[in-house]
């Protein structure tokens, strides 16, 4: 629907229930003036009470009464008044950057305000609240939702009721004043269990998860009290605690008045308290977010859209504040809530495990006390045969060592490459070149020496499947160009030998630098470090388990949030967590045809244009045996090769002044450098090709022995 489009009589009864949310609760659409709400009605009449006080119409000029419910909650009612005109000053007094804030209820103080005041009046202009116990606080009323939008509410959100249910519910005189509440932190509650005479249509829950799927403008709902609260902090100088967003008629706002229109309304200010610009005050702020109703998003959800709503909402909040004041404490605000957002997370979590743990204990106690299930499970578990407990010992041992099971390897090498080359929906960018792969797993018991530490042997078969699942990641678009017949800029000979496409690993070396302890958990970080005209040099940092958390995961946006929180700092703090540290060199042939790693990581679309006065890398590799009968060194001379090279990033010419990247992207004489960088590092490494040639064969030997006895 277009902005302000007016609902016929005959739209109102035939317009799906889903259309007509979508439109109304977007602001975007009028309902025809069908039930006018009276400015004139009856005296007194009570339309909602809460813990602080109950709120009456006067039947005059569209007000409302709040009277305290006992003399105790006068004090209470007085600050609400107070808190009330704080943040009416704030919001009429707010910069016009702000302008999608929420609607405030205006404040009078007599019964019978004059007759001269109009919605426009500053609150200053206004006469000061009552604070006689007879009176109350007297304010503008929130007009209620129509009566077709209640309906539509029941119709959509509550499926499971018959029309005599719906009928029910809205005959109801408590549900003749629907307001919607708009939970945007919470998602997930089911209504299939409700009932007729318990719904509440005064204060109805609109859930995030339900917005989501009426389509309804989260974002902008989300900037509203992203403003809001940035008003109520920064300009009003209260906490904002328990305050409520509810979705409300706006009539009594419009101009035209001949027609129902919604509003964003914020009420109940009975729970604010003013805070000090300290620490105390920032713990106030904290905790008056966390003990309010669900009305902002929530940092502690694990659902990634939650996430995407919070990180917004911090945003908005924070870009509203920056026009309200310069103090530190709105982005101290955010981090602390975010950081205990994560603590929240994490009981939840943990709570989770042991709730399953507790349900599978309980379930197994109750099974165990069943004889006939003892029976059976001696019987088929065959405990009662001979050696049956050895088959239990045996079976506990090989799960303790499931890592060195036959074909365990197997399965995870090529889990990692078939996820990488065949499952993995997201694409390389430019940014993401010498950005680190991660994968997790433990020190098993099979995998101990002598020493009780991980075995040196084992350490390259944790090191075979990161590199796996890195190369599927480097290598796969441009793989799949080339076996496509992708064959621009290779060799004559590319394009008449049949042979297919594969990748080689040439060399692998390992310096290791601490133990790693039985059933210590451990990650491996493998990126780019380097390639020459011949090699790709992969490094891999075997590191302790949680020593970083990254911020950004590309490949994985769900994770995105969930680190970051852990810097490392610099120089000995951070070689601290390595265990070891492994280079490796692949290389991509077809048949005996080296493909150079510049085409191979151009097909990627992983590299920046190269400038026009920037000297190539070869792309030809001759594998032609020297005449000694050894294979041809693919770097004839590294240290002269590195040196040349250097040399001319250097020099003034080497790059286009003018060349520029796109933004998160480096240019080609970042990727230059730091490609020469690793190769610095990746020549000592080649050079150990030398000691080939070390073996003498003709020497006298010592002995030889076996694995075994024989």
């Known amino acids: 629907m277009a902005s302000n489009y007016r609902f016929t009589e005959e739209e109102c009864h035939t317009v799906h229930p889903d259309t007509l949310l979508r439109c109304m609760l977007s602001m975007t659409a009028v309902l025809p003036m069908a039930k006018v709400p009276t400015l004139q009605g009856p005296f007194e009449t009570q339309i909602g009470k809460g813990q602080c006080g109950t709120v009456y119409t006067l039947g005059i000029g569209g007000l409302v009464k709040k009277t305290p419910n006992s003399i105790s909650k006068i004090a209470e009612l007085r600050r609400e008044s107070q808190s009330h005109m704080s943040v009416l000053k704030a919001f009429y007094n707010a910069p016009e950057a702000l302008s999608s804030k929420a609607q405030v209820p205006r404040l009078y103080a007599l019964m019978s305000p004059p007759s001269s005041h109009t919605d426009d009046e500053s609150p200053d202009e206004r006469v000061d609240i009552l604070s006689d116990y007879s009176y109350g606080i007297v304010s503008r009323r929130i007009f209620p939702l129509h009566d077709l939008i209640a309906t539509a509410l029941l119709e959509s959100l509550v499926p499971t009721f018959s029309v005599r249910q719906r009928e029910t519910c809205l005959s109801n005189p408590t549900n003749n004043n629907c307001l919607v509440r708009l939970y945007l932190g919470r998602r997930g509650v089911s209504r299939s269990k409700a009932r007729a005479e318990d719904m509440n249509l005064r204060n109805f829950p609109l859930h995030v998860d339900e917005m989501e799927r009426l389509c309804l403008p989260i974002p902008a709902y989300i900037t509203t009290m992203a403003q809001s609260l940035a008003l109520m902090h920064w300009k009003a100088g209260i906490d904002a605690n328990d305050v409520e967003f509810v979705f409300g008629d706006s009539i009594q706002n419009s101009t035209d008045r001949d027609g129902h229109t919604v509003s964003v309304w914020l009420l109940d200010f009975n729970q604010c308290r003013r805070f000090s610009h300290d620490q105390a005050g920032l713990k106030q702020l904290v905790d008056a977010l966390w003990w309010n109703d669900p009305y902002y998003p929530r940092p502690s959800s694990s ?31 955010i981090q602390v809530v975010e950081e205990e957002g994560k603590q929240l997370a994490q009981r939840d979590a943990r709570m989770q495990v042991l709730g399953v743990t507790l349900t599978l204990g309980i379930s197994g106690i109750a099974l165990g006390m069943i004889p006939s299930f003892r029976e059976a499970v001696t019987r088929y578990m065959g405990i009662s045969a001979p050696g049956g407990v050895w088959r239990i010992l045996a079976i506990f041992f ?80 441009s793989l799949a160009r ?34 790693i302890p039985p059933l210590a958990k451990f990650e491996v970080w493998t990126r780019l ?48 967590s390595i265990y070891a540290t492994s280079i490796a060199k692949y290389v991509v042939k077809k048949g005996r045809l080296t493909i150079a790693p510049e085409i191979v990581l151009r097909r990627s679309d992983l590299l920046p244009e190269r400038p026009a006065n920037q000297p190539a890398i070869p792309t030809q590799v001759s594998d032609t045996p020297t005449p000694e009968g050894g294979e041809k060194p693919y770097m004839s001379s590294p240290e002269n090769l590195v040196a040349q090279v250097m040399g001319q990033l250097r020099s003034e010419n080497m790059f286009d002044k003018k060349e520029e990247a796109k933004v998160g992207e480096m240019t080609w004489k970042e990727v230059e450098a730091k490609r020469l960088r690793g190769l610095e590092i990746a020549q000592h490494f080649d050079g150990l090709t030398a000691l080939h040639g070390e073996w003498n064969a003709d020497d006298n030997v010592l002995g030889e022995y076996g694995d075994f006895f024989w």
Not at 407 to 421: A, D, G, P, T, Y
């Open 529 to 576: 470090l380097s390639w020459d005209e011949k090699w790709i040099y992969l490094v891999s940092h075997i590191v302790k388990r949680g020593a970083k958390k990254p911020s950004n995961y590309f490949l994985q946006s769900w994770r995105n949030g969930k680190g970051g929180k852990k810097p490392m700092k610099e120089g000995e703090d951070k070689i601290k």
């Open 398 to 477: 090989a799960l303790l060592s499931i890592k060195s099971l036959p074909f365990v390897w197997h399965f995870r090498v090529f889990k990692n490459l078939i996820w990488q080359f065949k499952l993995q929906p997201i694409p390389l960018a430019k940014s993401h070149l010498f950005a680190p792969v991660i994968t997790t797993s433990h020190n098993s018991i099979s995998e101990c020496d002598y020493n009780f530490h991980k075995s040196n042997s084992t350490y390259f078969a944790d090191l075979d499947v990161s590199r796996a699942a890195f190369v599927g990641v480097l290598l796969k678009k």
């Open 303 to 333: 659902n990634p859209q939650d996430r995407v709503w919070w990180n917004t909402f911090s945003s908005e909040y924070l870009d509203a504040s920056s026009l309200l004041t310069d103090s530190k404490m709105p982005r101290q605000f």
């Open 482 to 515: 080339l076996n496509s017949g992708d064959l621009t800029g290779l060799p004559e000979e590319a394009k008449t030998t049949k042979a297919s496409y594969i990748v080689a690993l040439g060399g692998v070396g390992c310096v290791f630098r601490k133990e």
